[in-house]
């Protein structure tokens, strides 16, 4: 790899991927595209994270130019409303980042001889489970405007793949664990720091849902297999469950293993809650099968105490951390309050040419 492109990698996750890929491939040209709305967002963090970058780029995945994906070898496509309640407040918003400008950005990547697009896809396209593991032939059933952007996605990332074109589709597992710009609106992020600032873990719901995990530092491993996956290993289009199933947890459960970790919290579970929707088991055998170099390797004790620490490192005793600037939502909301980002998310102080689309949203086809 002579030079990769990484879009939002001033977010959660971009940070862990930026310093894997900088010690994995130390000669290419990393160049980081982001709209910088999480810029400010830094914690614990004595370095930032955009100088192992050769380039960092600001602007909107909206408007990129074509020039910046000019004798590029791989993009890495994380940038997008990251969240449910981000998508639900801002829903033609996530559309039009997550799906329309994604699409657009895949199909100038092919025409400029792009020869790898990795696309930061989600689990969370499964919704409402049922009780088996889903498997990448699963029924989709996205129940959030964030899902259904990355169903829209893979159905038209699907037909640009071709042998020149290699399109990998990662769907992750809720990422959660350390970064330099860490995100505490994740479930062991949530109550980690609940348990920290509180002594209390407060569930809302009776526990059961299953969620799917995965550490952001074994997201950036994936995301390395994926830029490199030849096109004979899974096919030039692939769409992947990425994660582990030792990483399957009902939420009781991980509320349990962080008090057992750390002693005197008490955890709170709402029986009488409505039913969250959201659960779901994920079976990671194919990806197992495809990518045995680069398996997960945290595991979720080591990455609750890293949590603790780091917490605890920065002085971290706020028991109203939900609106503090660790919530992306809170962050979105407060630069509209002060009329710096427009209601399409936009800065107001830019003069930018409107978007273009890349089409408009397919039928959601599920299968």
Known sequence: MQRILITGNMGYVGPGVVRHLRRVFPKAELIG???????????????????RLDRQLFGDVRHLPDSLLQEVDAVVH???????????????????????????LARRAKAAGVSSFVFASSCSMYGA????????????????AYARSKVLSEQELAPLADESFCVTCLRFA???????????????????????????????????????????QDMARAIEWAIGRP?????????????????????RDLAAAIAAIIPGTEVELNPAA????????????????????????????????????GL????????????????RLRVLTALGETGQLDEGLSWTAEKAPAPVKAAEPAELALS
Request: net charge negative; proline share 6%; aromatic share 10%.
């Open 33 to 51: 595209y982001d709209m910088g709305y999480f810029a400010h967002c830094l914690t614990g963090t004595g370095r930032l994270p955009e100088s």
């Open 174 to 216: 809720t990422a959660c664990g350390w970064s330099d710009r860490l995100r505490l609106d994740l479930v062991v992020n949530d109550f980690v720091a609940g348990a920290v600032a509180t002594g209390r873990i407060s569930i809302l719901s009776d526990g059961s849902p299953w969620r799917p995990l995965i550490h952001v």
């Open 231 to 251: 096109a004979d290993v899974g096919g030039s289009f692939l769409a992947i469950n990425a994660g582990s199933e030792e990483w399957n947890y009902q939420v």
């Open 274 to 309: 409505p039913p969250d929707k959201r659960s779901y088991r994920v079976d990671f055998s194919l990806f197992r099968q495809l990518a045995p170099n680069h398996q997960p390797q945290r595991t979720l004790a080591d990455t609750i105490t890293e949590l603790r620490d």
């Open 312 to 327: 605890l490192g920065m002085g971290f005793r706020d028991p109203e951390f939900r609106s503090s600037q660790l919530m």
């Open 129 to 144: 489970g049922g009780d088996g593991a889903k498997t990448e032939n699963s029924a989709l059933n996205p129940l959030t």
């Open 78 to 104: 994380l940038a997008a409303i990251s969240n449910d309640p981000m998508g639900q407040t801002y829903e033609d918003v996530t559309l039009e980042i997550n799906y329309r400008a994604g699409i657009w």
